[in-house]
């Protein structure tokens, strides 16, 4: 080794060696020691982040050094463990640093959501008309008039549906709370356990309603038995009583809890409601009833009645409670504007509690309850309505009855592209357009026909048959509240069509729709259908845009994005709508029940 290197080599040696001295007798402050975890905290509380680069650069210089120590000509001095000691605090530093830098990490995450709120905020007082409308010195003047302010925008936002709301709370479901929730889970997992359907609705003329007897007693055991599990205070008041007869409140409460969850959730629970209203409607028939000794039914628990009980139905006519349920569309909105338009329904809502909170006993709980109930069927109707008026929007816009364009013709021909019915362009055109209008119809009552549906699955003097109608045992059951409702609601479509294209007959009670449950299905359906067809074409440009290649590929073979929504919609009209819902190839689909069945 050359002299010069060896001096530099020998003086580095030494600068390590006193180094490692130092830090053996602490008299080298170390990132992991309690004086230097003060002053981690202290940098960590003041997000000081030149102070933590300067703690890293420490922190490699002397992890550096303890490095060259460790395995230099210096550790054959060391002893065991000092070596150990060395590691520990090497790993107290790196650790240490660590810390740091996670929370400079987060407090700049922060920071910058708080920037980002902040700024929206700004954005909305400036589209707020009322921030700057009042320079009033008098607080309490300024505050009553942006009150009187906000209470005519609420007014100007209830819609002509929203007039109609002390009607539609009569079908409209309360929402559960946290209790009944807990109940729920044991209602469905009793059903989805049990086999009652498999074992009562087979080919047996003999001891059918022994059969039924004994399901049922089975299913009101396995659910005192899952409550006793869960609640064993409850569960043992509940058992304490030999006959079941004796908790009739208690099964009927259940069972209940388990329809208004499905009428508000349709697409929830699947299988286990065919079998809760097949065993409720077995149990109201009079031989059965006898043998139980008491009803597992019970009236739906609906905002209205709810609201009549506390004589509180005035709050449903309050222009807050219509700002406050209200549905939010980001359709055609900047960011901005949406959040303007939550903050106000944000105010509304906070607004209808404090008014209404201990008016005839209603609790904030209460208050949430029904303007959740309320918001749950807003939603529901954004969801499943508001694609039928989309769908029709487009149909209006897109095509004109009276003018033809070759590439767009809406005719269909028997037999072609398993078409049943023969429709030229202006045909179909209407009878699109009148298929669009009776389905939206149909859901916009549809917590209506539900209720209805279930009074007359439910109803124990309206008998079923079990038939076979070529896809397995039914329950055939006349539907008369249904039929009703449904005539009511074809003769609304016929008025604003005009005129009626195919067969206005409403199948209920036969072998196409064998009962109310089997129609309330089908209907859940028709948001599975437009729903992805609506979001494809309003999303058609959005998408095409990020993707060059695919944007050539849509110009080289449709001629563009508005060539492509046109081909969507001619396809979806034409053979959405040919007929081919019918249960057999002779018959053409363009009866009520057979227009959707031809759309899936």
Not at 354 to 369: A, H, R
Not at 379 to 397: G, S
Not at 508 to 526: S, W
Not at 531 to 543: A, G, Q, V
Request: glycine letters at 6%.
């Amino acid at each position: 080794m050359p002299p010069k290197s060896e001096k530099l080599f020998k003086r580095k040696a030494d600068g390590s060696k006193r180094l490692l001295t130092d830090i053996l007798n602490d008299n080298v402050v170390i990132a992991g020691d309690d004086d230097g975890k003060e002053a981690a905290h202290k940098a960590e509380s003041s997000h000081d982040k030149a102070e933590i680069m300067d703690a890293k650069n420490t922190e490699i210089s002397d992890s550096k050094e303890i490095e060259q120590i460790a395995s230099g000509a210096m550790a054959e001095q060391l002893s065991k463990e000092d070596v150990k000691t060395l590691e520990n605090r090497l790993k107290a530093l790196s650790t240490t640093w660590e810390k740091a830098r996670l929370n400079f990490e987060a407090s700049a995450r922060e920071i910058k959501s708080q920037l980002e709120f902040a700024k929206r905020d700004e954005e909305a007082k400036k589209l707020d008309p009322k921030a700057t409308s009042s320079n009033s010195k008098d607080s309490s003047t300024k505050d009553s008039k942006a009150t009187e302010a906000d209470d005519d925008d609420f007014e100007a936002v209830v819609t002509v549906d929203d007039t109609q709301l002390l009607e539609r709370s009569k079908y409209i479901p309360l929402r559960l709370t946290l209790e009944e929730r807990k109940f729920l889970r044991l209602i469905t997992s009793t059903l989805e356990v049990s086999e009652y359907t498999d074992r009562v609705d087979i080919a047996r003329y003999s001891g059918r309603a022994k059969r039924i007897y004994a399901q049922l007693k089975e299913i009101c055991a396995i659910l005192s038995g899952l409550l006793v599990a869960c609640d064993y205070k409850a569960g043992q008041k509940l058992v304490a009583n030999d006959e079941f007869a004796e908790n009739e409140e208690f099964f009927q409460y259940m069972f209940e809890l388990g329809r208004r969850y499905k009428i508000l959730n349709p697409e929830r629970m699947r299988s286990a409601y065919g079998k809760l209203i097949y065993l409720l409607q077995d149990s109201q028939a009079e031989e059965i009833r006898e043998m139980m000794e008491f009803s597992l039914v019970r009236p739906l628990q609906s905002v209205h009645v709810f609201l009549s009980e506390k004589k509180m139905l005035r709050m449903l006519s309050d222009p807050l409670v219509h700002a406050a349920t209200r549905t939010i569309s980001q359709r055609g909105k900047s960011r901005p504007e949406v959040q303007y338009e939550l903050q106000k329904k944000r105010r509304a809502y906070n607004r209808v509690k404090d008014k209404y909170i201990g008016e005839g006993g209603m609790s904030e709980q209460d208050c949430e309850l029904v303007m959740g109930s309320i918001a749950d069927n807003n939603y529901f109707l954004q969801f499943n309505r508001d694609p039928c008026d989309e769908m029709i929007e487009f149909l209006k816009t897109k095509f004109d009855p009276d003018t033809v364009d070759g590439n767009y013709s809406l005719s269909i021909g028997y037999g072609s592209g398993g078409a049943r019915l023969s429709h030229n362009h202006k045909t179909q055109y209407y009878f699109v357009m009148q298929t669009l209008m009776l389905w939206r119809d149909i859901l916009h009552d549809f917590y209506r026909l539900w209720f209805l549906a279930e009074d007359d699955l439910l109803n124990p003097n309206n008998a079923y048959r079990l038939r076979n109608t070529g896809q397995g045992l039914n329950r055939i059951q006349s539907s008369p509240n249904i039929a009703r409702e449904m005539s009511r609601i074809i003769h609304t479509a016929r008025t604003k069509v005009g005129y009626w294209i195919g067969s206005s007959v409403v199948h209920l009670g036969d072998h196409n729709v064998p009962n109310a449950f089997m129609f309330i299905d089908k209907y859940t359906q028709i948001s599975r259908i437009l729903n992805p067809i609506c979001i494809t074409l309003r999303r058609l440009e959005e998408i095409i845009s990020e993707k060059p290649g695919l944007q050539k590929y849509v110009d080289d073979t449709f001629g563009g994005c508005e060539a492509l929504r046109m081909r969507i919609l001619c396809d979806f009209f034409r053979h959405g709508f040919d007929g081919s819902g019918a249960d057999n190839f002779f018959d053409a689909g363009s009866c009520i029940d057979g227009r959707l069945t031809s759309a899936w």
